[in-house]
């Protein structure tokens, strides 16, 4: 026989021992370039939405000032006619009524005059009317405090400074409560024909209009607006303790970030606008800040809205670190495993490779837990906020185009709420809802609508007796409800899923040409994230309330009920209540992973205690029997765990935590195999696994299992 050249036998095998570690280098590069597409990505979702922000929030002010633009052109109209002697004195009073009057907004109004400016012998005169009660209420300020003291600014310093508004101020002696004051000078002719300030033309405006303002504003579902003076004072908040303790948004209390907390002030400053990202005191999530000035005001209007809220994790994102992860573990098991094998047929794989490689496969599958947690959801891109009053009254444009076309009538909108205030789930697929429920009627439009809500798809429902309050022309009706819903939750990715519960709510007057709209101004905060329409008690046992949001839904019913015109079924939109809900996992943890862990462990001390060696095997009192036995005993556990998680959730599919179970059967039957085989047939084993002992390949087998089904199912 020829000898076999040892020279070029090492020739032969040196490009074999180079293919591994290339293979792995281009996994780890492969790995990495997903990475940096990722963060391209994100950076690029976050570009996008800083410009959309910066875009959103030029608009408001826009908006918010063709608004409030109203007060600033009545007041200085009437200043001018006075000035210009178009109103004789004895006119003022009809004058001033008429422009309090004029407009819903105004609140009340003054003209103010300076000492003795309006008659020689009278030294203050203002007189001041108010909308109070649903009434006009007249007084004279003159009888209440002395106007023209400094600390009154909307006198004295319009009087120094021009036309203005002032800043947010409680009036406790005529109008009881929190407002701002637009101030318009105007004048007479002074010696050698200088004009002279003489008094001023006020229009009040309560702080609380101005939320109804902003919160009619698009400011989106990401957060909520305010309005702050140029120096950062609050003008409205929502949060009115802000206004009422005088608080600025420039306090460094509010914000650990001082390089964003000095980019806030330049834009207050200046009057410039753009967008912020700060870090407020105790969060650990950033809170961006689009500003923009509110033309002729001196104020300026701040989106507030938590980066969680604009999260801006897509699929395809997701996709990359779902490969990254896939490229960067294989590319570890690669060199872990070229480490230890010279021949795969007689290596023995050493302990703490085995540790390692269980290791990297355990980070790995808890990365891609923490990857669901940000990106996993069943209707993750479907649902369609209804989150502003525009988009609101976008829909009842088209839908009151649409069915003009259709039925030659025009739709009544009834705005609805709802507000939860009990959440209980009495199955796996049955929840009950407590709470209440109000309808918003105008008496002149809504007269002969049928007062009342039905809920689709809840089963026994019990209304209260109707509460009915009126005030003017607006009639609230509020039952308070408990229902219970039937669901279809996703449960494919049980125990990390996040489902929502959405309640459908319908109009009882189904024939009546009416159509259910979310009654947005009843909600101080619209963000997702601040749960509007929940009590601020409401939880939910073994789930985390995560978003609540308004829908409106395209029909999906599928039948006329017999009507000729199938329009009057189809044609209005659903109107859903929504509340995204995340399973706890150290719920199911602690319920049914921990037997599992227990059985695991179990099955791999059974291979530990596994020998052919006839002395310890009677020393230790165990064998092919009582692996089989113990096998049996933790068989038993493990099933009736599985029947009870089955009898829990209800799923026509396997889904995730179902995959553990299995493993746990296989790996039992490879136990039971192995003791007998190890007696039997030790070569056949050896062969089965490559030389590699069962029980250094028990960890790092299971857990590479693990991985490769975790990675399937969140994949997708």
């Known amino acids: 026989m020829t000898s076999e050249n040892p020279v070029v036998k090492r020739r032969s095998r040196q490009p074999v021992n180079w293919i591994w570690p290339l293979v792995a280098i281009a996994l780890f590069v492969i790995g990495a370039l997903n990475v940096v597409e990722y963060f391209d990505l994100r950076a690029q979702s976050y570009e996008t939405i800083r410009q959309q922000e910066a875009t959103d929030v030029i608009a408001e002010a826009h908006q918010f000032h063709r608004i409030i633009d109203r007060a600033e052109r009545a007041a200085e109209k009437l200043a001018q006619a006075i000035s210009d002697g178009r109103i004789p004195m004895e006119s003022y009073n009809q004058a001033?009524?008429?422009?309090?009057?004029?407009?819903?907004?105004?609140?009340?109004?003054?003209?103010?005059?300076?000492?003795?400016?309006?008659?020689?012998?009278?030294?203050?005169?203002?007189?001041y009317f108010a909308k109070k009660n649903g009434s006009l209420e007249f007084m004279q300020i003159e009888?209440?405090?002395?106007?023209?003291?400094?600390?009154?600014?909307?006198?004295?310093?319009?009087?120094?400074?021009?036309?203005?508004?002032?800043?947010?101020?409680?009036?406790?002696?005529?109008?009881?409560?929190?407002?701002?004051?637009?101030?318009?000078?105007?004048?007479?002719?002074?010696?050698?024909?200088?004009k002279e300030a003489i008094g001023v033309v006020t229009i009040d405006i309560s702080i609380d209009d101005i939320?109804?303002?902003?919160?009619?504003?698009?400011?989106?579902?990401?957060?909520?607006?305010?309005?702050?003076?140029?120096?950062?004072?609050?003008?409205?908040?929502?949060?009115?303790?802000?206004?009422?303790?005088?608080?600025?948004?420039?306090?460094?209390?509010?914000?650990?970030?001082?390089?964003?907390?000095?980019?806030?002030?330049?834009?207050?400053?200046?009057?410039?606008?753009?967008?912020v990202k700060l870090t407020a005191a105790g969060e650990s999530s950033p809170t961006?800040?689009?500003?923009?000035?509110?033309?002729?005001?001196?104020?300026?209007?701040?989106?507030?809205?938590?980066?969680?809220?604009?999260?801006?994790?897509?699929?395809?994102?997701?996709?990359?670190?779902?490969?990254?992860?896939?490229?960067?573990?294989?590319?570890?098991?690669?060199?872990?495993?070229?480490?230890?094998?010279v021949k795969p047929t007689e290596g023995v794989l050493s302990w703490?490779?085995?540790?390692?490689?269980?290791?990297?496969?355990?980070?790995?599958?808890?990365?891609?837990?923490?990857?669901?947690?940000?990106?996993?959801?069943?209707?993750?891109?479907?649902?369609?906020?209804?989150?502003?009053?525009?988009?609101?009254?976008?829909?009842?444009?088209?839908?009151?185009?649409?069915?003009?076309?259709?039925?030659?009538?025009?739709?009544?909108?009834?705005?609805?709420?709802?507000?939860?205030?009990?959440?209980?789930?009495?199955?796996?697929?049955?929840?009950?809802?407590?709470?209440?429920?109000?309808?918003?009627?105008?008496?002149?439009?809504?007269?002969?609508?049928?007062?009342?809500?039905?809920?689709p798809g809840?089963?026994?429902v019990r209304m209260s007796e109707p509460s009915v309050s009126r005030s003017g022309n607006t009639e609230v009706v509020r039952w308070k409800f408990q229902g219970s819903l039937r669901l279809a939750l996703d449960y494919r990715r049980f125990p990390l899923i996040l489902d929502s519960v959405s309640l459908g709510l319908i109009p009882r007057d189904t024939l009546g040409n009416v159509m259910l709209v979310p009654d947005l101004g009843a909600y101080p905060f619209l963000a997702p994230k601040s749960l509007p329409g929940m009590g601020p008690n409401v939880f939910l046992?073994?789930?985390?309330?995560?978003?609540?949001?308004?829908?409106?839904?395209?029909?999906?019913?599928?039948?006329?009920?017999?009507?000729?015109?199938?329009?009057?079924?189809?044609?209005?939109?659903?109107?859903?209540?929504?509340?995204?809900?995340?399973?706890?996992?150290?719920?199911?943890f602690i319920s049914f992973l921990t037997p599992l862990i227990l059985a695991f462990i179990m099955v791999f001390i059974l291979l530990l205690l596994s020998t052919r060696d006839r002395e310890q095997l009677e020393f230790m009192r165990t064998g092919v029997g009582f692996d089989i036995g113990v096998s049996a005993s933790i068989f038993f556990v493990v099933v009736l765990s599985h029947i009870s998680l089955?009898?829990?959730?209800?799923?026509?599919?396997?889904?995730?935590?179902?995959?553990?179970?299995?493993?746990?059967?296989?790996?039992?039957?490879?136990?039971?195999?192995?003791?007998?085989m190890n007696v039997k047939n030790p070569d056949l084993i050896k062969y089965l696994t490559l030389g590699v002992t069962a029980k250094k390949a028990y960890f790092p087998v299971s857990f590479a299992i693990m991985f490769v089904f975790t990675w399937l199912t969140f994949f997708a």
Not at 107 to 127: C, M, N, R, T
Not at 161 to 178: A, C, K, V
């Open 211 to 275: 939320g109804h303002i902003v919160q009619a504003l698009d400011y989106g579902s990401k957060g909520y607006a305010e309005v702050v003076t140029a120096d950062g004072a609050y003008l409205f908040s929502p949060k009115k303790e802000r206004v009422l303790e005088d608080e600025s948004i420039l306090s460094p209390a509010r914000w650990n970030d001082d390089e964003g907390l000095q980019r806030l002030r330049e834009h207050l400053l200046d009057g410039s606008s753009g967008v």
């Open 541 to 588: 046992a073994g789930w985390e309330l995560e978003r609540s949001f308004f829908e409106l839904r395209k029909s999906q019913q599928r039948t006329t009920y017999g009507l000729n015109d199938s329009f009057e079924i189809h044609k209005f939109p659903e109107l859903f209540w929504t509340v995204e809900v995340k399973k706890v996992f150290i719920h199911a």
């Open 288 to 341: 961006w800040l689009s500003i923009a000035p509110i033309e002729s005001t001196g104020w300026r209007i701040v989106d507030n809205f938590n980066q969680s809220e604009i999260s801006p994790y897509t699929v395809p994102m997701r996709h990359k670190l779902m490969y990254a992860i896939a490229a960067i573990v294989i590319g570890l098991i690669v060199l872990l495993v070229l480490g230890n094998f």
């Open 352 to 455: 703490t490779t085995a540790a390692l490689l269980t290791l990297v496969f355990a980070i790995a599958v808890n990365v891609i837990w923490s990857i669901t947690g940000q990106y996993e959801s069943s209707r993750n891109g479907q649902f369609s906020a209804v989150s502003s009053q525009r988009e609101v009254l976008t829909v009842q444009r088209e839908m009151s185009v649409s069915s003009r076309q259709h039925t030659s009538r025009e739709p009544f909108f009834i705005p609805t709420g709802i507000y939860i205030e009990s959440l209980k789930f009495t199955s796996p697929n049955d929840i009950l809802i407590i709470g209440s429920v109000w309808q918003k009627f105008d008496l002149e439009k809504h007269g002969h609508v049928v007062r009342g809500v039905l809920f």
């Open 96 to 127: 001033l009524s008429d422009l309090v009057q004029s407009d819903e907004l105004f609140y009340g109004g003054a003209i103010a005059f300076a000492p003795y400016a309006y008659k020689p012998q009278v030294e203050l005169y203002a007189p």
């Open 143 to 194: 009888d209440s405090y002395d106007y023209t003291l400094p600390q009154h600014t909307w006198f004295a310093a319009a009087m120094n400074s021009g036309s203005r508004w002032s800043d947010p101020y409680f009036d406790d002696s005529l109008g009881d409560i929190l407002m701002t004051t637009y101030s318009a000078v105007f004048y007479r002719d002074g010696p050698e024909g200088v």
């Open 646 to 676: 089955r009898q829990k959730i209800i799923s026509e599919e396997i889904f995730y935590l179902e995959y553990f179970y299995l493993l746990m059967y296989a790996n039992m039957l490879w136990v039971c195999f192995h003791s007998i």
């Open 458 to 460: 809840a089963e026994t």
